[in-house]
Nanobody
Framework: QVQLVESGGGLVQPGGSLRLSCVASGFTFSRYDMNWYRQAPGKKRELVATITSTGGSTNYADSVKGRFTISRDNAKNTVSLQMNSLKPEDTAVYYC????????WGQGTQVTVSS
């Protein structure tokens, strides 16, 4: 059974940092690209960052380029999202996701950026 479990969210002031983690199980993690999405209240879920199966390539939404870094550790079945210089508009529920004929999602972790 596929499981994606996110952690690391919380309340942070503007300009602060958080590191999100997603631990995967139930599939061969090292074979799949992994993604972070986010959904703010009243908005559509949007793709934040993607990392290829080997970690050799990454892509980011324009809104987070230069501030967020996605990484993975295939030995630990973990994908992470380092978020720096956080802004109030980064407030959202952040989800780990991968695709294998179906979309598989974690339960999400709340990130709130507020003073």
């Amino acid at each position: 059974q596929v499981q994606l479990v996110e952690s690391g969210g919380g309340l942070v002031q503007p300009g602060g940092s958080l590191r999100l983690s997603c631990v995967a199980s139930g599939f061969t993690f090292s074979r799949y690209d992994m993604n972070w999405y986010r959904q703010a209240p009243g908005k559509k879920r949007e793709l934040v960052a993607t990392i290829t199966s080997t970690g050799g390539s990454t892509n980011y939404a324009d809104s987070v380029k230069g501030r967020f870094t996605i990484s993975r550790d295939n030995a630990k079945n973990t994908v992470s999202l380092q978020m720096n210089s956080l802004k109030p508009e980064d407030t959202a529920v952040y989800y780990c996701m991968y695709w294998n004929l179906l979309n598989y999602w974690g339960q999400g972790t709340q990130v709130t950026v507020s003073s």
